[in-house]
Structure formats: C-alpha cells, structure tokens
C-alpha cells in the first residue's frame, strides 16, 4: 500500500492515528502479512527498530503519519 493510499479517508477503513511507519523507498508502508499487521508504533524507537534489523528493503526510513486509514477483511479477526 502507498503512502498516498494509507492516508485517503475511504469508507469502512479502520483508523490508525498519530503513528510511526516504516516506508521504502518508492513510498510503500510495509506490513508483516495482511493489513492486521502493520509496520508502525507510536514510539519511534519501535519502528527504527524494525527497520534497523530488515535487509530486504534497501533505504527503508521511518516516517510519522498523522492519520492512516487501513483496509480491512473482518476474516482477518476471526
């Protein structure tokens, strides 16, 4: 998912505000597996963390965004 996609308001989005996220270089916010797990915190430290530790991702920064808006699949919480 982009950047530009995880902060458009669209309807039945779950919202994550005031959040850390580790971002690659092309402006893609990462996940561990699906949009239930996302790659952000509200502690930096957390995510800097996380993108110390990765290797598949050359350049990977973190970034705070204000509001994100995450899709989702209610199968995910069952």
Known sequence: MTERE???PKD??????DRWWAVTTSGEVLFFKHFTSPQCNR?????ESI????????????KHVPVAFIPHNCADYI
Request: charged share 10%.
């Open 6 to 8: 995880l902060t458009t």
């Open 12 to 17: 039945g989005r779950i919202v994550y505000t």
């Open 43 to 47: 502690n930096k430290s957390v995510i």
């Open 51 to 62: 993108v110390g530790q990765q290797t598949e991702f050359p350049g990977l920064t973190v």
